[in-house]
């Protein structure tokens, strides 16, 4: 029983490392979703081309294909990153770049007379985007956002690869040390499941909570 006990706490680091993975991978996938999703709606056709490439490219390359780059191929080219670093990294970039094709259809899908009242309140393109679109795109674009949340989630599971202590890794040197498959996998299956749902919960909550506020913005 001691000797399971300390398996466990094991795992629990990992379940620490997957958490600050998804947490960092998560701003910076959000971040690269606003800049993307608003450069494919730009005037100019140079970010709109920057922005697309960027989407297409990491949602056309494989996950672990960017992983391996960002840790085995960038110390090359003089920048050497950390297995935490590189795993935010391409994690971050990989969801981000289908984040910011939700950011651009939420602000493509509100309706023309809040665009047209913008225009009649005499704001400014960036006063009315951020005044009276973005808060009602927002709410258009969070479940959406919490399905990406949990997607890069479990793709945490992928720097195991590069020898990052996240659950898995810590799952596999359990099974490696007991022999055993099924209590150390069956035990971070439900750990992915619960911040799964507090993922869900967080996103529900804020839904709410933005919707009750919308009053307000709509002209």
């Not at 958490?19 to 056709?45: D, K, Q």
């Not at 922005?51 to 297409?56: G, L, N, R, S, V």
């Not at 990989?94 to 602000?107: K, P, Q, T």
């Not at 009276?132 to 399905?147: D, H, Y």
Request: glycine share 10%; aromatic share 12%; with cysteine.
């Amino acid at each position: 029983m001691t000797q399971w006990s300390g398996y466990f706490g094991l795992i629990l680091q990992g379940a620490l490392v997957t958490i600050e993975l998804t947490l960092m991978g998560s701003v910076l996938a959000l971040f690269m979703a606003f800049v993307a999703g608003m450069g494919r709606l730009s005037r100019f056709f140079v970010l709109r081309a920057l922005a697309t490439a960027y989407i297409e490219f990491f949602r056309g390359t494989s996950i672990f294909v960017q992983l391996f780059w960002a840790y085995f191929v960038l110390p090359f080219i003089g920048i050497s990153l950390t297995p935490l670093q590189a795993g935010v990294l391409a994690l971050g970039l990989n969801v981000g770049a289908y984040a910011a094709e939700v950011v651009r259809g939420a602000i493509q899908s509100i309706g023309r007379e809040q665009y047209e009242a913008c225009t009649a309140l005499n704001l400014g393109r960036w006063q009315g985007m951020r005044h009276i679109i973005l808060p009602q795109a927002l709410l258009v674009m969070l479940p959406t956002f919490g399905n990406n949340a949990i997607e890069l989630l479990k793709a945490t599971a992928v720097v195991s690869l590069i020898s990052l202590a996240d659950l898995t890794f810590q799952a596999q040197v359990v099974r490696a040390q007991t022999g055993n498959t099924m209590v150390p996998f069956a035990t971070i299956l439900v750990i992915y499941f619960i911040l799964a749902l507090l993922i869900s919960w967080g996103v529900r909550s804020l839904e709410r909570r933005m919707a009750r506020g919308l009053d307000g913005v709509r002209v």
